[in-house]
């Protein structure tokens, strides 16, 4: 999960409001924020999200609409949302998406002690759908085969500098948007050089942003059909297309292949075995189809990775270059 922060206490029952929709949250499967919007945030000094000591969480997006920014916060029996720019009337409509509503905690049925165990340590998870596929894409690429110091670092390089200051009369200092599709086709080479994005990251967003409005259509596709949209771009592959689907469509289902850590992560805690491979985590999993990347999350929420034995990747740095 990309960038983790301490959530509110689960809420039992949730109404947005000022949303169009409320979000049927059982009373028995609390909504947890933090788990639930987790994985949107790409480091802890993200400048499209950010977390008060209220317990609010902000989300600067790129609409369809525009620009906007949304806080979710906890309240009384129920969580709340506000929106303000061009976006904020898109954002408050797929609020409920966002927290959840679409997903079913309950078609999951742990077959493992360990999952059972943290399905039950950890109600309130659920798998936001965002809606947007380019801002989950653009930082997914970002990623390939660096460590998260340099992907996140090179996210808020790019954004700050070619992004714009998030709407609203309250929002917390250094929130931006991310660029539109049209400007991240435009940043110079040299910028991406000090951002420390080398040239294949740089051209496979250069690429995607100049087909943005046919990538964003994977949204209203079912996930297998999503993900093979995205791989039609070159430098697109199964890591990443996975990565961005479970975030902009909700996918329980879609596991994340081509990881240098999870198969292992999976193996170890599911069978013992720390060498498992791609095929053999898919395996491990097959119990769980339909909801395989609920049982990858669980297993990562769990605390239980094999004992390390090989250092750390090295960051790397192409601005000394």
Known sequence: MAGRFRPPAPTTRTTIRGGHTPVPTPADAPLDLGLTLGPLRRGPADPTFR???????????????????????????????????????WLLDNAPALLGADDDPAAFVPRHKLL??????????????TGLVLESLIPTILEQKVTTTEAYGAWRHLVRKYGEPAPGPAVPE?????????????????????????GKRSATIVRAARVA???????????????????????????????????????PDEVTTG???????????????????????????????????????????????????????????ITRI
């Not at 609409?63 to 061009?86: L, M």
């Open 51 to 89: 977390v008060t000591p209220d317990g609010s969480v902000w989300r600067a997006s790129r609409t369809p609409d525009g620009p906007g920014t949304i806080r979710v916060a906890p309240g009384d029996g129920e969580i709340g949302a506000e929106a303000w720019g061009p976006g904020a009337t």
């Open 259 to 317: 990881d240098l850590h999870l198969p292992g992560i999976v193996g170890w805690a599911l069978a013992g075995d720390r060498t498992t491979d791609d095929e053999a985590m898919l395996d491990l999993l097959a119990p769980y189809a339909g909801q395989r990347h609920r049982a990858a999350r669980l297993i990562l929420l769990s605390g239980r990775v094999p004992p390390r034995r090989a250092p750390r990747m090295t960051p790397g740095d």
């Open 213 to 251: 409005a046919r990538l964003e259509e994977a949204v209203l596709m079912d996930p297998p059909a999503a993900r093979a949209r995205l791989e039609l771009i070159p430098g697109i592959g199964p890591w990443t297309s996975a990565e961005t689907i479970q975030r902009s469509n909700g996918a």
């Open 174 to 198: 250094g929130m931006y948007v991310m660029p539109d599709a049209r400007t991240w086709t435009q940043i110079p080479s040299w910028e991406w050089h000090r951002a420390n994005v080398d």
């Open 116 to 129: 059972l165990a943290t399905h039950r340590r950890r109600p309130g998870l659920r798998l936001t759908r």
